[in-house]
T-cell receptor
């Protein structure tokens, strides 16, 4: 199983971009990178996913390195409501780690 | 669509009791799974199913049983509850190899 490594916590100023890194150096060619977030104790919420190209949707952008060993989730203009735990996961196995606790500060 | 629904929202059990956590989805998803989340930890996969009649074990299957008699429902059974099973349980569903959608969770306390 491909494993992911994320920093345990990060802070970001409101209105600034939040860049959350993830290392997945053992990812194989057909495995997707998924990002979810969990606010308080709610169920995880899907954010974005990608295979090898950069992706963007209304919530975030995903930058995947050319060797696919790492990726960065970008929240372009973080708000207080983006404070959550962010999980980087490799699919299909969907093995969750501890994630990154992002705190957006006013 | 109601999405993924879970019942009950909260349950208290005594050690040794059995119970079933219910999960249902109305999106005709083939893939369903159960996770548990302990305080300060990420989610750990208990069991999953890729279709009616097919189930398999995840990372932490001991003490839990599942069945998948219909596409819509994926109940999780605790055979003999233990305090170590105190956790928040999440059910998720998806089309195969696609984005998973999670339910709101069931908070279980075993005394």
């Amino acid at each position: 199983d491909a494993k992911t490594t994320q920093p345990p916590s990060m802070d970001c100023a409101e209105g600034r971009a939040a860049n959350l890194p993830c290392n997945h150096s053992t990812i194989s060619g057909n495995e997707y990178v998924y990002w979810y977030r969990q606010i308080h104790s709610q169920g995880p919420q899907y954010i974005i996913h990608g295979l090898k190209n950069n992706e963007t949707n209304e919530m975030a952008s995903l930058i995947i390195t050319e060797d696919r060993k790492s990726s960065t989730l970008i929240l372009p203009h973080a708000t207080l409501r983006d404070t959550a735990v962010y999980y980087c996961i490799v699919r299909p196995r969907m093995r969750f780690g501890a994630g990154t606790r992002l705190t957006v500060k006013p | 669509n109601a999405g993924v629904t879970q019942t009950p929202k909260f349950q208290v059990l005594k050690t040794g009791q059995s119970m079933t956590l219910q999960c249902a989805q109305d999106m005709n998803h083939e893939y369903m799974s159960w996770y548990r989340q302990d305080p300060g930890m990420g989610l750990r996969l208990i069991h999953y199913s890729v279709g009616a009649g097919i189930t398999d074990q995840g990372e932490v299957p001991n003490g839990y049983n599942v069945s998948r008699s219909t596409t819509e429902d994926f109940p999780l059974r605790l055979l003999s509850a233990a305090p170590s099973q105190t956790s928040v349980y999440f059910c998720a569903s998806s089309r195969l190899q696609e984005t998973q959608y999670f339910g709101p969770g069931t908070r279980l306390l075993v005394l």
